[in-house]
């Protein structure tokens, strides 16, 4: 086969259940946007004709293939020769295009290429995720099935030993497939394989990342990135910062934080955020909270909806602790507010 | 021994400490309210004559019991057969009454029977509950007398290994001894055994659920359900949202959430909700919260405390933004209102 | 070497990684002013010459260690002793001085005297610990060099195992290194290593502290306890209560809460709090805020900046629910809170 623009291919070492079905794939070096010269060295030794599968690989073809790329890639080479020895069934996944999801390989591919920061938030089709990824239990002894997870606790009781249970769920937690370089996570479970972390991102203990989500360079995240939110450089999230994700009440919206903002302890995000913004802590500011805009002279301007104000730049949002009431304060004029707020935008 | 009706007989493999006290049972299969004939088959090999009991069983009692059940509880036979070569010590809990917990065994097993969905939270007597579980290092080594750790610890280290100390508690996570059908747990260390998980619950990474609580069906679980709370189905707990537990606060007043009710992310709440209420995003309501009440055309009513709204369906609780009062809208006209606010409730 | 006061030495057992830097070094027993006659015994059979040293041991210098400790020190004499048998490098450290951070072992010797209560929060010089203290994954094999963590995860998965990596940080949680006598730590991925918890602390699964902070004595914590922040006796933290840190925001000003205080579920702290002071669930108090001061009739005083009123005792702060103002309530009469917050403090 020959090809100009593959979408991504990755071996990797899997598990199964008892019935054969694939609960997890993990995908030491996946490519995104491969060479042809590679794409087509692959594909001649297996004999693929095109489209997106995830094949079952034989150990006897994992020499022809590390041959084939001894010369364009002595790292996949390496990788593909040491997994001759694997206890656990390997798979290879060819994405000739980035599209709907139908098999749990693809879906574990897409995973990896978010979270190897090889493809940011909002750069993939996930159509179909949730169907393609089975509910599993993650334990100290890999990926178990629901339906056989029962028996394996008893046996290991029957041991002296404990089946860890550390997460039933469709998603695993990011750091047991990549750890991206920079980055500090004090609790990894708060982290799920998806996430897309910038170098220079600490996430503290309270911090949480969901798939298709994360945060483009140096931010210190003690709060909640929900499902599709994008933090930018330089924006730091408090503790128990709540922002709302797309698939918790933001719907279509997708909800950013520019960069250099600063969210609050305790305080929560209804609408995408401009540069320089702040937050104070406490405040939660839902899409449809009536604001009042003050000026730069801290003089009330007129009451907008917070919706009004997204991805406007150097706001600072507080609840004036005597009114009780929203304000949105500025370093501009009442003038140059007006025009801003009224244009059409 | 003839009965007619028995509360619960389990069947458990167990951790004594080194001074031969229990520290915890894992029990794979209990019985609730088991039928007379299985309870006498099983109390004449045992020679029981009655009362609440927690049993060490011998090994050479297994195969008996095992026999009795051939016939009439296949699964339990299998179970108890399996026990023989259990490395850990064995126990028979018999609980003629649900009454006051007087053993380690016997408040393992009342945990287990609610996590099995058994009986729901409030169905059982737990008083006795603190003294009879002891603090416990829950570890990848099993679980572990506080008094033996250091020593284990240090012999980990100079054999190269890390005892992984996860908690230091009175009660373990759930999910290392049951996992309810139908649930997904992103993060299990945040889930107590006790806690009762309807079909169809959803505890996201920020989520938690004490014993004695839980969901009747369906919820998406992204805060705190606190000892004694009950969520029942169709309502979601948005991030970091708070309800007040009968051990923090709630005293007598058992809070419970109605059916179809949404408590926004950093919300919380200190009153019993009805069906259908939704609590705005970062807004604590408290019983002594005074509230506004406004009508159908957003009219005020009338202020009332929180807790008289407690029980009361269709109610939207919200700050005004601008007012900083709190507020309360429903679908009701005034004079609905004033009728319902003034009935003997 | 004679000496008379002498601020610390301990005998560790550590990792170091490909490289043979030290990783991390756990010190089963250290001591703190250890006394001159223990303090000589060890350092003549080192050839020691004073200064601040974390040394390289040798096995065969264990044993006239160990001699030499035998009838002052047995409990040191044993654990030396068994480390012959260590499969991981051990290490002495001596610090002659309580002095800025030089090295690793040095680093993790302070947060070990921390956690296990020799020294109080704020006691210890700790300036260059970031420097010192290296970026670790911490896993179920024990802590692993990040530049050789991708190679031991494929290694795991070929193996049909996976590599647990729990945390990515440069502090580990606390447990694995120390547990004090008389807590519960429902959750320990959330206590950092450095923690000081008094007896009698209960953390709950939300509670968390961070190094060089933590609790004098009782205390249920459901909340934040963040770098440099100090709970006092009888003071409880409810659910995702946010207190500002040195870390975080609080820049030089170190927040304490003092005696018999209760800071309410999803609240916050920016001030030093006095003793038996509450804050309402749910209200975030920031320095700044503007605070509406009431006296013991509830009759308005006068407005004053948060601030104003750290360290004040017999305080309730609130947000009023109809106002939205955030008040501050006393048992004062009007014209002793006039006098004292108008006095010099």
Known sequence: ?????????????????????????????????????????????????????????DKDQLEPIALALDAIAPDQSDIIRSMASSMQPLVVTLLETDSALSTTPEAYLKLHLLSHRLVKPHGLDLSGIFPTLPNVAWTDQGAIDLSELQQRQTEARLNGRVLEVSCIDKFPKMTNYVVPTGVRIAHTARVRLGAYLGAGTTIMHEGF?????????????????????????????????????????????????????????????????????????????????????????????????????????DLLFIRNSQSGSIECRTNKSAIELNNELHAHN
Request: overall charge negative.
């Open 1 to 57: 086969m020959t090809t100009t623009s593959f979408f991504s291919i990755a071996f990797g070492i899997g598990t199964k259940n008892n019935k054969g079905d694939w609960l997890e794939v993990y995908y030491p070096a996946p490519l995104h946007q491969p060479d042809s010269g590679l794409v087509n060295a692959i594909t001649d030794v297996l004999g693929y004709k095109g489209g997106n599968q995830a094949l079952d690989l």
């Open 209 to 313: 990342v969901n798939f298709n989500a994360g945060t483009m360079g140096e931010s210190m995240i003690e709060g909640r990135v929900s499902a599709g939110v994008v933090v930018n450089s330089g924006s730091d999230l408090g503790g128990s910062a709540s922002i709302i994700g797309t698939l918790s009440g933001g719907n279509d919206i997708v909800i950013s934080v520019g960069e250099g903002c600063l969210i609050g302890a305790n305080a929560g995000l209804g609408i995408p955020l401009g540069d320089r913004c702040t937050i104070e802590a406490g405040l939660y500011l839902t899409a449809g909270a009536k604001v009042s805009v003050l000026d730069s002279n801290n003089q009330f301007v007129e009451v907008v909806k917070a919706r009004e104000l997204a991805g406007k730049p």
